[in-house]
């Protein structure tokens, strides 16, 4: 009777471990993982592509001080792992948003890819999956607001 009481404890401890893996928050390197640092990041790469006819796209580094900003918006949210990836997107900001942050002497980087779906879809080397996450809050606002930044950095490089 024992050993069965201290197994169902045992499996009751490992759930409560497994639901809180995935409900507690995290902070924007803490999703990233591997030691990821913000202050480190070398260069931050943005592919917008519209969703229209033409299907246009650019890619381009993004100026220090864009870089920047994005950084804190980001690092500001917290984060929720979801568990699994999305096999399907919605896309309802009218762009695929393509960031890439490279690290630590550009031998790390990391990939965050969102289209105003209800999550974005984050990568890193040394991971080979994808990791689907939710922002804390008005996800899709957040969204939007992103995009409104990369815009304008693009509207005033051109």
Request: with cysteine; hydrophobic share 40%.
């Amino acid at each position: 009777m024992k050993k069965k009481n201290l197994l169902c404890l045992v499996l009751v401890a490992a759930a409560v471990l497994i639901l809180l893996y995935f409900l507690l928050p995290r902070s924007f390197a803490q999703v990233i993982g591997g030691g990821f640092d913000p202050a480190r990041v070398d260069q931050v790469d943005v592919l917008l592509t519209k969703i229209d006819e033409t299907g246009d796209h650019t890619s381009t580094p993004l100026q220090e001080e864009v870089s920047r900003a994005l950084l804190e918006k980001l690092n500001r949210r917290r984060y929720f792992l979801l568990p699994g990836t999305k096999p399907f997107w919605e896309i309802t900001l009218g762009y695929e948003v393509h960031l890439g942050f490279s690290y630590n002497d550009c031998t790390e980087y990391a990939s965050l890819f969102f289209c105003g779906d209800s999550e974005m879809d984050l990568q890193r080397t040394g991971r080979p999956h994808h990791r689907a996450i939710r922002v804390s809050g008005d996800n899709a606002a957040f969204q939007r607001e992103l995009l409104e930044l990369l815009l304008t950095a693009e509207q005033e490089e051109g």
